[in-house]
């Protein structure tokens, strides 16, 4: 209950910052996604009763810095290599509850390779992969998922399929293992694609308590600063032109039995 300080009266407030989320000013440019997957994250941590139990591996790029906003344990890993810090942790904590959170450049780039051989074990860790079709840290350059035509600073033209390939699709890709039990991808661009994430990433935090296995939530999301849009602009983006290119909704869900491949 909220006290008002004019009237006196108490109020049930409905909307409040969860206890697991710093009351901190946080670095990242007005309409960034990485705040709205932050403060989901923070929600499910509290919903699950998990924040003395979560380890999160915070990535090399703009979320470098995730651990002063989300009150549970972290580590650090060098860029790319957070799927290799989650496995270890994992395996010699099978009870705690562990994620990667990570950029395009970090996961599809530099870390391929750890991305693809930890989905392949099966390993029982969630990756939360924060597609933002840039390498915002290092000031826009192009990433893996950057959409033909799209300018970056090292895309100036417009990155060309015939020089620079097309945009890897992460859930697709890696929809053609074995071992993953859940991959999905979603968007934070209004409140409906907001709740749909929440249920994604909640629900692969939920397999991974009960051992179902590696669970891989793809978000699509904003980059206004290195999309040189504005806010508005950059959430009509992704639903007008970024979704064509990735599709949103669940490719892989091994309880549920939808695989989109067979
Ligand atoms: C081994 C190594 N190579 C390159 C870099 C430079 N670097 C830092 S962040 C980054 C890319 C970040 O982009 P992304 O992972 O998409 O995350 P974003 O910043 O967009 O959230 C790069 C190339 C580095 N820090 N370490
Ligand atoms: S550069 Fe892009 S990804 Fe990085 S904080 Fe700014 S808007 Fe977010």
Redesign the pocket.
């Known amino acids: 209950m909220n006290t008002d300080q004019k009237t006196g009266r108490g109020s049930r407030a409905l909307y409040t910052r969860p206890s697991s989320l710093v009351d901190a000013r946080t670095h990242y440019c007005p309409g960034c996604g990485?705040g709205t997957l932050h403060r989901l994250i923070a929600e499910i941590v509290d919903e699950l009763g998990i924040r003395e139990q979560t380890i999160g591996i915070a990535?090399?790029?703009?979320?470098v810095f995730a651990y002063d906003y989300i009150d549970i344990d972290w580590s650090e890993a060098?860029?790319g290599r957070p799927p290799a810090v989650a496995t270890g942790l994992k395996r010699i904590h099978p009870d705690k509850v562990v994620f990667t959170y990570?950029?395009?450049?970090?996961?599809a780039s530099?870390g391929m390779a750890e991305t693809i051989h930890a989905a392949n074990r099966g390993e029982n860790f969630s990756v939360i992969f924060?597609n933002?079709a840039?390498?915002?840290?290092?000031q826009g350059q192009m990433?893996p998922t950057t959409l033909v035509g799209q300018r970056t600073t090292t895309t100036p033209r417009g990155r060309d399929a015939d020089t620079e390939g097309y945009p890897i699709r992460m859930c697709e890709l890696l929809d053609r293992l074995q071992a993953p039990a859940l991959l999905a991808r979603a968007t934070v661009t209004s409140p409906r694609h907001v709740r749909r994430a929440k249920q994604l990433i909640k629900k692969a935090f939920q397999y991974q308590m009960d051992k179902v296995g590696f669970s891989f939530i793809e978000v699509l999301s904003p980059?206004p600063t290195y999309w040189r849009m504005t806010p508005a602009e950059s959430y009509a983006h992704i639903e007008e032109n970024m979704t064509k290119a990735f599709p949103l909704g669940v490719v892989r869900d091994i309880k549920a039995g939808i695989r989109r491949q067979e």
């Open positions: 990485h990535p090399v790029g703009c979320a060098a860029h990570q950029g395009d450049g970090d996961l530099i924060i933002n840039v390498y915002g840290m290092t990433a980059c």
